[in-house]
């Protein structure tokens, strides 16, 4: 007997039919086969609610795997957050909450929220979770329509605030473990800063084409070749990269460091690498082989130092997303503010005092005159970090602070800053208060100093807006 084929009349097939259904169909088809009166049949009723919540809603439940929920979030929501022991305490929970509408039972928020993942635009995680995604889907849609076709359940009480099941965090913890929102900083604070890597592990920047390239390319095709593809830390887009190094973060191994360290974010080799030494020679006068344990060496040698913007940058985003990942964060009150935007704008300050020790950490802050009153805007729109050279210079590129009203308006692998007046507001990290919080903004007491300019923001260290000298404050 051939498979039954669907068709395009609202008919069903076998795999699209109700476990209840297909077999009450199946007792039908058996009855004409066998001449046996239909009457003689009983025609079983609709499953009830708590028949489809313990078929179908609690398994999800009681699974020890995490949801399809993991699709879309690192952590901090889970779709068995939402279930209670029982269907009519579920119902009534969701229901208060406004996940379920009775009225049009097809377009309950739950339902809503289940399938965010068929809009995700990492093809590759939507098709991992797409069978468990759709099978939680088709439960909640099952039983959601069981609880509306009952009278009791819809003239029940509504359920009371402690009755209500949900995540233990807040919404906006929840939208802040979005790995859309993960990859957004991922973009800001890491993959704008890649090219401190080129060109040993940026293989996408380098260009055949390109004269200046030959000799990039073929230390980069040395270094593949001795240490492996690995190498190729930064792939060619940010999704794909940021994808990689969790992938491999989470391959532990005896001999080093995790690229993303989630118990300690600062010793992460990510972060470790850029900011080591070259390893020592030998008794040969030969570079030693690079260490990927503590002590770090690098055998590209410095390419950040720990304290510069591009370390702040890179160690916000290893800090929150291990926050993130762990579900570190409860409320509101502790998220970063997690709104730096890279540009391409460089500051070069001279003439920094004799009394400011070297390498000690600064950081800038750019405040543009406003015209219609005269005076300096309280606002910062921009900063850098950066440390004090043994020549008392100041070098560092602009991260804008965004505005949370503007940032959907803005680009985040980079911004361009309009020319104009500015004063720039030098920071001493007095009582090394970055050492204990590395991401912290100076800026909430007296600057120490600042300095006037007509600023054009140009492109790149050549085009440096330079300070010839600042005015120190009391």
């Given amino acids: 007997m051939g498979a039954i084929q669907s068709c395009d009349h609202g008919v069903e097939t076998p795999r699209q039919i109700e476990p209840e259904k297909r077999m009450r169909y199946l007792q039908l088809i058996m009855a004409c086969l066998i001449g046996m009166p239909l009457t003689s049949i009983a025609v079983s009723e609709e499953p009830s609610p708590e028949s489809v919540f313990e078929t179908r809603l609690k398994p999800i439940f009681d699974s020890p795997d995490p949801s399809s ?17 029982s269907s009519r305490e579920t119902f009534l929970s969701l229901r208060a909450q406004g996940l379920i509408d009775t009225k049009r039972p ?3 928020k739950i339902l809503h929220l289940i399938a965010m993942g068929d809009s995700d635009p990492d093809a590759l995680s939507k098709r991992i979770h797409a069978k468990n995604r759709q099978a939680e889907f088709a439960a909640f849609s099952h039983w959601i329509k069981a609880c509306c076709q009952e009278a009791d359940l819809l003239a029940a009480q509504p359920a009371s605030e402690s009755a209500t099941a949900g995540p233990s965090v807040t919404d906006e913890v929840i939208r802040h473990a979005r790995k859309d929102r993960v990859l957004d900083s991922f973009v800001r604070n890491v993959w704008s800063q890649r090219m401190r890597c080129f060109p ?9 084409s390109n004269p200046l390239h030959q000799k990039p390319i073929e230390r980069h095709r040395e270094f593949v070749k001795r240490y492996g593809a690995r190498m190729n830390l930064f792939k060619d887009t940010p999704l794909s990269t940021m994808r990689s190094l969790i992938a491999s973060s989470q391959k532990r191994h005896d001999s080093r460091l995790p690229l993303i360290n989630l118990d300690q974010p600062s010793k992460s080799l990510l972060i470790q690498k850029p900011t080591a030494k070259l390893p020592a020679k030998g008794a040969d006068g030969k570079l ?23 370390y702040k940058a890179w160690l916000h985003w290893l800090g929150d997303y291990a926050a993130s990942v762990s579900g570190n964060y409860h409320s509101a009150d502790e998220l970063p503010a997690d709104n730096w935007y890279p540009t391409q704008h ?14 000690s950490k600064v950081q800038v802050f750019v405040h543009r005159w406003d015209e219609s ?16 050279t043994p020549r008392k210079i100041l070098n560092g590129s602009l991260f804008v602070i965004a505005k949370s009203d503007a940032r959907k308006d803005l680009d ?20 090394d208060r970055l050492d204990q919080a590395p991401t912290l903004l100076l800026n909430d007491r007296a600057a120490d100093a600042t300095a006037t300019l007509q600023a054009t923001f140009g492109v790149g260290f050549k085009q440096a807006d330079i300070v010839d000298s600042i005015d120190p404050l009391k």
Wanted: hydrophobic content about 35%; aromatic content about 4%; glycine content about 8%.
């Fill in 69 to 85: 929920c993991i699709q879309c979030h690192l952590s901090a929501v889970d779709l068995k957050d939402y279930i209670l022991p």
């Fill in 373 to 388: 009153a005269n005076d300096w805007m309280a606002r910062p729109v921009a900063f850098t970090q950066a440390l004090v």
């Fill in 288 to 310: 030693g082989r690079p260490s990927s344990e503590i002590p770090v060496s690098h055998m590209g040698g410095i390419k950040m130092h720990a304290g510069d913007q591009s």
């Fill in 346 to 359: 460089v500051v070069r300050i001279k003439g920094i005092p004799e009394s400011w020790p070297n390498l």
């Fill in 200 to 208: 040993c592990h940026t293989p996408g920047e380098l260009d055949p």
């Fill in 106 to 108: 097809d377009e309950s």
């Fill in 412 to 431: 985040p692998s980079g911004i361009t800053l309009q020319p104009g007046k500015i004063q720039l507001r030098l920071y001493r990290d007095h009582g």
